[in-house]
């Protein structure tokens, strides 16, 4: 498998440590607010990627974190905890806020068929690992102390910069002016592995005993103590979106090379975002959508994941209502084309031409998805294939197979039932129909159209199905 390493800008040849074992690390949700649908792609992505990988055979340990703790506003050491923050705002405790906002992001994670991670791991239920980890580095000389907390120092670490290919004094002139800066802090690169409860946190309302007095984790040291925890210093893939490649990741990178002395990851892969008018949807910008935005206009999750295949993971996606509608229709369209193969169901004799067509598809399939994850083009060849002349039954099996990869839960897609309402109008529009009475057969089928149905005429009969959500 062919993929694209941030750390060496490069697309490479992907080889697991311990075949056919790949370890898969994901920087998980603050859980402070509610999850958007630009949360959705990058999870969806990642998921796209676990999927292709035992799609190819491995065999994917895959842990992912939950930050209930630690994670300022700015990505750097500056602004509020997002979790006091968020607590703020709801008037709850913040034990309350993260216990909410999980359960909504897990119910966003079923909504989307992301199969859940082995191992799903909360911050606050690994303090001790992270102090074990700032001991270590402490003990290394790799950190310092100031009134307010332990930093990192990125000075002595030589490679600081490599992800984001920024050396250290780039990065310290392009630094933005922090709000507030700890005037004992040497490096504006420098960041808190533990913040004391004092000054600004005083009353910070998660705390726990530490070597350097009470207080509670910077964000950066919990990704790293929990995938070394879970799956060894070095893992072969760790993911996030690209704002975290110059801070997040770079310093995952430094505390855990500088603590072990391996390489923390192989292959860093990193998601795109999705965007609106051209902007990165967020909450800052109040530019988000939810799964309760979706419903309302219609459009299914998985509607929504067909939309997010479409787009490879290293590009933009900028979210319209049009599109996700086309997606919609695109997505019903494909449900009906399994309804009508699963109604051809008998197998027929396949001859080797039509053999040798279905293992076409197969490798071409497999080739795009094992190319840096070309899904578009999966998808692509998947709607060839539907629209080939090979038979219904192996169309179907083959169909199921790239749904694998997918996630769109084709093999559960049920014919809808037709409300009886629907179905008294449509009788009686037939029987209008029946007697020439063509007026009010025309009325009968718009008041189905406004019931979001259209009635299609056979030649025995008639047909009711689900309008497109286009023209709902
Ligand atoms: P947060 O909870 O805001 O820290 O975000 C969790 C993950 O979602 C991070 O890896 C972000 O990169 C990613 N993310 C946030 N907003 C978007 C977006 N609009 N499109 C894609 N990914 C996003
Ligand atoms: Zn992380």
Not at 188 to 195: E, K, M, V, Y
Not at 360 to 365: C, L, T, V
Request: net charge neutral; hydrophobic share 35%; charged share 30%.
């Amino acid at each position: 498998m062919k993929l694209y390493n941030t750390l060496t800008r490069k697309i490479e040849e992907f080889k697991p440590l311990s075949p056919p074992l790949v370890t898969l690390y994901t920087c998980g949700p603050t859980v402070y607010d509610y999850t958007h649908i630009g949360h959705a792609r990058k999870y969806t992505d990642d998921d796209i990627l676990k999927r292709s990988l035992a799609y190819l055979g491995f065999k994917v340990k895959h842990v992912m974190n939950i930050t209930d703790v630690g994670h300022l506003t700015s990505d750097a050491d500056a602004g509020e905890d997002k979790l006091e923050k968020g607590a703020k705002k709801a008037g709850k405790s913040v034990w309350e806020v993260a216990n909410f906002f999980t359960e909504f992001f897990l119910k966003m994670i079923n909504c989307f068929n992301i199969i859940m991670p082995d191992y799903l791991v909360k911050a606050t239920d690994h303090i001790p690992d992270m102090l074990q980890l700032i001991i270590k580095l402490e003990q290394s000389g790799y950190t310092y102390e100031t009134d307010e907390a332990v930093y990192f120092d990125t000075s002595k670490f030589s490679n600081y910069g490599r992800l984001s290919g920024q050396k250290l004094e780039e990065k310290l002139k392009g630094a933005r002016k922090e709000v507030y800066i700890d005037p004992k802090k040497k490096n504006t690169t420098d960041f808190a592995l533990w913040f004391k409860r004092v000054g600004r946190f005083k009353n910070h309302s998660m705390h726990w005993n530490s070597p350097w007095g009470d207080g509670f984790p910077g964000w950066h040291i919990e990704c790293s103590a929990m995938s070394i925890k879970y799956l060894g210093q070095t893992i072969d893939i760790h993911t996030g979106g690209t704002d975290h490649i110059p801070i997040h990741h770079e310093n995952e990178i430094a505390q855990s090379e500088a603590a072990t002395g391996k390489i923390f990851v192989r292959f860093w892969v990193h998601h795109e975002f999705l965007t609106v008018e051209g902007q990165k949807m967020s909450k800052s910008l109040d530019n988000f959508y939810t799964l309760d935005d979706l419903q309302k206009k219609g459009i299914e999750s998985l509607a929504l994941r067909y939309l997010f295949l479409q787009t490879h993971y290293r590009k933009l996606l900028n979210f319209t209502w049009k599109s996700a509608q086309a997606a919609q229709d695109a997505y019903n369209k494909l449900k009906e084309y399994v309804l009508s193969l699963r109604s051809q169901g008998q197998r027929t004799f396949l001859s080797s031409d039509k053999l040798a067509q279905l293992d076409k598809f197969r490798d071409r399939f497999r080739q795009a998805v094992s190319n840096d994850l070309q899904i578009p083009q999966a998808v692509a060849i998947m709607w060839e294939m539907l629209k080939s002349n090979i038979p219904s039954q192996d169309k179907l099996d083959l169909l199921y197979e790239f749904d694998q990869v997918f996630g769109l839960k084709l093999n559960e897609v049920q014919e809808e039932k037709i409300p009886e309402e629907i179905l008294d109008l449509a009788q009686k529009r037939e029987e209008a129909r029946k007697r020439g009475d063509f007026s009010t057969s025309d009325k009968l089928r718009s008041q189905i159209a406004e019931k979001g149905y259209i009635v299609e005429d056979l030649e025995k009969g008639f047909k009711i199905k689900p309008s497109p959500a286009s023209l709902r």
